[in-house]
């Protein structure tokens, strides 16, 4: 199993651009989420889905979208790059049981100029 | 509003020194509290989840307590392998909510 990818590793946009960031797993998980980690800040949810076609919102939402239209699929797309995007972004998974145990991605680092 | 708060923000221990880090929280209708390890670079490793006041957890030389408003992730005689940045996680508002908090960055030095 490769557990969670994501892809790129790295980015760099100009602001305005959009693009989308890929998330994929491979062990069956219901439950996706993005986040993204800031220095000091820690880690915020972006969105979520508990399911394919359900989607919901975090903490920090404004400026990107989601959808969910496999299991194994999760893509985060940025619509208008703005420089307060720049961050670590994460994906997880996880399985709808008690313990909630997240699954990690390796992370994208997003630079908006 | 939920909250989860970590102290200290950073940690700096001889090889062999046992500590504690501490994890406070303010969450209606506690559903679970985690820990998870991150390396740099790294995206967040689980390590472990409590449900109720009095559980506790280990693994090797971590254990994990809980108590009704604050969780303790105690290092028994670290090594340097032991150094990471530790997150505790709480979902509020919803199974899927999970708050972090801002994590403790722990040094052992050999």
């Known amino acids: 199993n490769a557990g969670v990818t994501q892809t790129p590793k790295f980015q760099v946009l100009k602001t305005g651009q959009s693009m989308t960031l890929q998330c994929a797993q491979d062990?069956?998980?219901?439950?996706m989420s993005w986040y993204r980690q800031d220095p000091g800040m820690g880690l915020r949810l972006i969105h979520y889905?508990?399911?394919?076609?359900?989607?919901d919102q975090g903490e920090v939402p404004n400026g990107y979208n989601v959808s969910r239209s496999t299991t194994e699929d999760f893509p985060l797309r940025l619509l208008s790059a703005a420089p307060s995007q720049t961050s670590v972004y994460f994906c997880?998974?996880?399985?709808?049981?008690?313990?909630?145990?997240?699954?990690f991605g390796p992370g994208t680092r997003l630079t908006v100029t | 509003e939920d909250q989860v708060t970590q102290s200290p923000e950073a940690l700096r221990l001889q090889e062999g020194e046992s500590s504690s880090l501490n994890c406070s929280y303010t969450v209606s209708g506690l559903r679970g509290l985690f820990w998870y390890r991150q390396d740099p670079g790294k995206g967040p490793e689980f390590l472990f989840t409590?449900?109720?006041a009095g559980e506790e957890k280990e693994k090797e030389r971590l254990k994990a307590t809980l108590t009704k408003k604050e969780s303790f992730l105690h290092i028994t005689a670290p090594k340097p392998e032991d150094s990471a940045t530790y997150l505790c996680a709480a979902p509020a508002g919803g199974y899927q909510k999970v708050t972090f908090g801002t994590g403790t960055k722990l040094q052992v030095i050999p």
């Open positions: 409590l449900y109720s």
């Open positions: 889905s508990v399911g394919a076609g359900i989607t």
């Open positions: 062990m069956n998980h219901e439950y």
């Open positions: 997880a998974s996880s399985q709808s049981n008690r313990d909630y145990e997240q699954y």
